[in-house]
């Protein structure tokens, strides 16, 4: 499985922005696909996750209520719609998958067998 994110950039605080990661080598419609991000200086933690169908999703507080996770599994794709992005959103952000993640592990670095190359998402303040 090859992930690959996209849709980082520099933004001012207050901002938005959409990531996009495609998938391609397997089909992931029935995977948990999640998203991290790791500043500098810091693990890579955990943003938010999306169950195979879609019907569910789970988030970190931090992001809560101003991210939206969701996928299109026809175009084996999973987006992260951030809105009032804020300097410590500041982080590269990478997609993950893998085929024994269960649910309730879906917030955990280590459940995760396939990591994209990241992107760089930077707000100003």
């Known amino acids: 499985v090859q992930l690959q994110a996209f849709g980082g950039g520099l933004v001012q605080a207050g901002g938005y922005l959409r990531l996009s990661c495609a998938a391609s080598?397997?089909?992931?419609?029935?995977?948990?696909l999640g998203w991290f991000r790791q500043a500098p200086g810091k693990e890579r933690e955990f943003v938010s996750a999306?169950?195979?169908?879609?019907?569910?999703?789970t988030y970190a507080d931090s992001v809560k209520g101003r991210f939206t996770i969701s996928r299109e599994n026809a175009k084996n794709t999973v987006y992260l719609q951030m809105n009032s992005l804020k300097p410590e959103d500041t982080a590269v952000y990478y997609c993950?998958?893998?085929?024994?993640?269960?649910?309730?592990?879906?917030?955990?670095?280590?459940?995760?067998?396939?990591w994209g190359q990241g992107t760089q998402v930077t707000v100003s303040s």
């Open positions: 993950a998958t893998g085929a024994q993640v269960r649910w309730w592990r879906a917030p955990i670095r280590d459940a995760y067998d396939y």
């Open positions: 080598g397997r089909t992931l419609s029935s995977y948990v």
């Open positions: 999306i169950n195979w169908s879609g019907s569910s999703t």
